[in-house]
């Protein structure tokens, strides 16, 4: 019988765009410290460490071995996970069935980049197939700019509908000192104004790069409560990493990947009406678009009424479903880290450890991860022990 | 398996990643390369946790998790021990020295942990056990090989000697 | 911990440079090999974990290639980077945690990188890669270190080779069956010393997979289960001068709690065989030390007494390990495959007579400093 698993800490960095005072191993373990710090633990009263980033961003092989003098592996079992932009929601999962299998008892996730120490574009096209994709449609922006121009032909969205997400992430990080662009709030015609990089993505619409990373402790049942007074229990996950080639991406039906894992997870976690069952949301939104198409996938709301549910303020602060309390991606983007804070800002909630940023008596999370050939992860979390 | 496929000749598509890098040392480690490049000298910091001497310097200790502070900082060397070495025989462009050279685990004196370089000279006398000395380099630019490779101390008296 | 087994198994030929063959083919070829072999369907599989590195692979997120290949496609999925026994550990977690069965594949094309530059990118950027640092260089410090510190002689260690080799003829899957002497290996190139050319595992290309079934999935497959007794892993510190290069004392820890799940308390006598990953011919001895099998110090003597041959009263190797065929990552894997047929009984003329209990065992990072060991039983 699978054990049932809660975080029961997390820590982070203070993102920033270039963290030239650390390297790798002492900016992880500034995310690991404050991680033990918050559940009150140390390093030593941790059983297995999963660790992941994306490897070409640091050019280091093997990070696993290499870290462990930040990450605390030193003498203790360590492996590492890596999915793409999906990697910190692997992680999080993987460190769920260390937990779950009844091997270990209180295991530490940590997700890092160092965006700074190289050229992500010229790192991340070589995660198409060099034979077919790598020499044409490649890199992060073509992909995603294809499918924000399909959805504005399918449904009439505009530019604006868009940049309201960005608009709304970005406030949302006033709160959260942690974020890269805190105290950078924009307004939709900043957006607007801002340079295009490839219709109709502008750089005020896409993810910034980022220095940072994030470690949470999870801890089976048992210990769990001895912990933290509020564990945020980890109701269910699933992963679908649909595609390999990106010319098999359908742009004018829903994000696939999406859709399934939603279903998937949100069957076994007996969610019927997303809207309405989940009482926050931290959602892996690597650009504005995602934020209108995307959460229609998830089932917030029905195809083409994105921009609407957006518009009218349900995913603000104090809305129906308030998205990005944190403010997501669009504020604060370390790859290997960026959907492992999504479980973490998920986790804080449920935790109530959201400081400026929580949402008032959150029972029930949704976080999820996106990266790859249009991947995705769903993870719900919940006050109650499943 | 179809016919057709035994007739197909295999193409092979070459292609490099090329992707520059900028790593980001750190404070401390940029302390350690500064002081080689300006001091030509070799540092090292002791966890006050477990009193362990590293080199490099460390910000925080693997063994104990301890903080390593500011306060922590040694200097070592510049001569140590040789611990384990071996004599590499084939040359490949990554290396910073034509074969045969040695690579060699050096336990520096005032240090606890072994420090690897190069040693490029008196390969015949190369034992564990043998004392060597940095030598650095007359251009430094704040890098590993500012020291350019550590010599036997044995070797360094004989030349002396021959002077 | 509860009764899980591995159910099916494939492994490709492992060759020099499969040239017709790309990541996706390779892991096809070994999944579906592995249902077969199971009598599974796609249907039976109920997650999938594929196992790659971006390095050997010369691509980011080197997963993408093969997901789909591996039966993924609508099924849960995740990849581990590392060699394939630690890829295989989060299997039997995800079986453990409530999967029902587990696809674990692994795949290498060393053929397609440069492996001293891939090896090189291990090392510490800012103090150690501008050496010109790589596997062979680093591991032939801590066999010089080893060696040194116990008196073990060359001629043990090419005693290795020529077992390892000469047991490679029996395995149809092995790259480099050779009939060689002590006195082979000991004129053979020198590469860095004390390692010469025969002391050294080749570049290969090769793909594995297993699957891992619950107690109840497993009655479903065809096969006879192999149980998994323990598994258990362990990482020693990074920088090589901050180890004593000879004491593995991570495999010493990760044994031990291998050891302690499976219940065994006498390893030279309940273990019948084991797989060990033998990247060089001196890794053999210093593993059966760091295992318990010898006193810290006698592996070499052991070697020498023959106790490790085939039909030595401990076989190592039968399938000629690592030194017969280093598909890197696939690797690990190959061995706990190795264990699961010699179990099965189904290990041909590499077969150890009567093997009950096996250990196998996978290393990762720089002179092995992490170790992965798993111990099977046929009950």
């Known amino acids: 019988m699978a ?22 191993r002492e900016m992880i373990n500034e995310a690991v410290t404050r991680a033990l710090a918050d559940c009150e633990i140390a390093i030593m009263d941790i059983d297995a460490i999963i660790i992941g980033n994306m490897d070409h961003f640091e050019s280091i092989n093997y990070v696993d071995t290499w870290s462990v003098e930040g990450s605390g592996g030193v003498m203790k079992p360590i492996m590492k996970i890596t999915t793409g932009g999906t990697t910190g929601t692997s992680v999080a999962i993987a460190a769920y069935y260390h937990v779950a299998s009844g091997l270990f008892d209180r295991v ?52 604006e509908d868009a940049a309201r997400v960005a608009v709304r992430d970005r406030t949302h990080a006033l709160n959260n000192p942690y974020a890269q662009m805190y105290n950078r709030p924009i307004t939709i015609q900043d957006v607007m104004e801002s340079s295009m990089l490839a219709y109709p993505i502008k750089l005020l619409d896409v993810c910034p790069r980022t220095d940072g990373a994030c470690a949470v402790v999870f801890a089976a049942e048992g210990s769990a ?47 019927n009406n997303p809207a309405e069952d989940f009482d926050v949301a931290e959602l892996y939104l690597p650009y504005s678009y995602a934020g209108l198409k995307w959460i229609e996938a998830l089932g917030f709301c029905g195809p083409g009424e994105g921009p609407a549910f957006v518009g009218e303020g349900n995913t603000d602060m104090g809305g129906k479903i308030p998205m990005n309390p944190s403010g997501g991606v669009i504020s604060t983007n370390c790859i290997g880290a960026t959907a492992l804070l999504r479980v973490a800002e998920a986790a804080l909630q449920i935790m109530g450890k959201g400081d400026k940023r929580q949402v008032p008596d959150v029972k029930t999370a949704l976080a999820t991860g996106f990266g790859g050939c249009w991947w995705s992860d769903v993870i719900v979390l919940t006050r109650d022990k499943p | 398996m179809a016919e057709w496929l035994q007739d197909v000749e295999d193409l092979t598509l070459k292609g490099q990643i090329n992707v520059p890098y900028a790593w980001s040392v750190g404070e401390v480690g940029s302390r350690f390369l500064v002081a080689l490049r300006d001091e030509e000298k070799i540092l090292g910091n002791r ?5 362990t001497v590293y080199v490099p310097p460390r910000k925080n200790c693997g063994s104990c998790f301890k903080d390593i502070d500011d306060n922590q900082w040694t200097e ?77 101390l044995e070797a360094q008296a004989e030349e002396t000697w021959k002077r | 911990m509860e009764k899980i087994a591995i159910v099916g198994v494939a492994q490709t030929k492992y060759e020099r440079r499969k040239k017709g063959e790309i990541f996706y083919d390779m892991v096809y070829e070994v999944t579906a090999k592995a249902m077969e ?12 974990i594929t196992v790659s590195n971006d390095f050997w692979d010369g691509r980011t997120i080197s997963c993408m290639a093969v997901q789909e290949a591996a039966g993924a496609h609508d099924k849960n999925v995740s990849t581990v980077e590392g060699d394939g026994a630690f890829g295989a550990f989060y299997g039997a977690m995800r079986v453990l945690g409530g999967f029902k069965t587990t696809l674990v594949v692994t795949h290498s094309k060393g053929s397609e990188g440069d492996p001293k530059v891939i090896t090189n990118a291990m090392f510490d950027p800012v103090y150690h890669r501008a050496l010109g640092l790589d596997a062979i260089s680093s591991s032939a410090l801590q066999a010089q270190a080893y060696m040194e510190k116990y008196g073990i002689t060359e001629e043990q260690c090419a005693m290795v080779s020529v077992k390892n080799h000469g047991n490679a003829k029996n395995n149809p899957y092995a790259q480099l069956p050779m009939d060689i002497t002590v006195e082979d290996v000991m004129q ?13 595992s080749p570049v290969s290309d090769g793909a594995a997979a297993i699957i891992i079934a619950d107690k109840n999935s497993a009655k479903k497959a065809k096969t006879k289960p192999v149980w998994i007794k323990g598994i258990a892993h362990c990482s020693d510190a990074y920088f090589l001068g901050d180890r004593d290069l000879a004491d593995p004392r991570a495999l010493r820890d990760a044994t031990a709690r291998a050891y302690a799940m499976a219940g065994i308390t006498k390893p030279r006598d309940e273990i019948d065989v084991v797989e060990l990953y033998d990247a060089f011919s001196y890794m053999e001895p210093l593993w059966l030390e760091g295992m318990g099998f010898c006193d810290p110090g006698t592996g070499g003597r052991m070697i020498e007494k023959g106790f490790s041959e085939k039909d030595g009263s401990l076989p190592v ?6 030194l017969s065929a280093h598909p890197v990552l696939t690797a690990g894997l190959a061995r706990i495959i190795e264990s699961t047929l010699q179990l099965r009984g189904e290990a041909g003329e590499r077969q150890v007579t009567d093997a009950r209990t096996a250990l196998a065992h996978g290393i990762n990072g720089p002179c092995g400093q992490s170790h992965c060991v798993w111990i099977l039983g046929r009950e």
């Not at chain 1, 049932?4 to 270039?18: E, F, P, Y």
């Not at chain 2, 966890?47 to 009193?51: A, E, M, R, S, Y």
């Not at chain 2, 004599?87 to 942990?113: C, E, M, N, S, T």
């Open chain 1, 3 to 24: 054990k049932r698993v809660a975080i029961v800490g997390a820590g982070q960095t203070h993102h920033k765009s270039h963290r030239l005072d650390v390297n790798g």
């Open chain 1, 108 to 159: 530490l996730a940590i997700g890092w980049e160092k965006n700074s120490e190289s050229d992500t574009t010229a790192a991340i096209v070589t995660c198409s197939d060099p034979v077919w994709d790598r020499f044409s449609y490649s890199g992060a922006i073509p992909s995603l700019a294809t499918e924000a121009s399909a959805y504005m032909e399918q449904y009439g969205a505009t530019e």
């Open chain 1, 225 to 271: 409560e001895k912990m933290t007074p509020r564990p945020a229990w980890i109701k269910s996950t699933a992963v679908r990493h649909t595609t390999t080639w990106f010319g098999d991406v359908d742009y004018d039906t829903g994000m696939l990947s999406l859709q399934r894992a939603a279903k998937e997870a949100y069957e076994k976690a007996g969610i």
């Open chain 2, 47 to 51: 966890c006050p946790g477990c009193n």
């Open chain 2, 76 to 152: 070592l060397g510049p001569e140590g021990v040789v611990t384990a070495f071996t004599i590499v025989r084939y040359d490949y462009p990554l290396q910073p020295a034509k074969a045969p050279f040695a690579y060699a685990i050096i336990k520096l004196d005032g240090a606890d942990v072994g420090f690897v370089h190069l040693i490029r000279q008196g390969l015949e006398k190369l034992r564990n056990g043998v004392r060597v000395k940095a030598l650095f380099k007359e251009e430094r630019t704040g890098h590993i090989l500012d020291v350019d490779s550590f010599e036997l």
């Open chain 3, 37 to 48: 072999d199971a009598g599974y369907t796609l249907d039976d599989i109920d997650n999938v």
């Open chain 3, 188 to 200: 053979s190139r020198k590469i860095a010393d004390p390692l010469k050319l025969l002391d050294c």
């Open chain 3, 317 to 322: 190797n039968p399938s000629g390990g690592v």
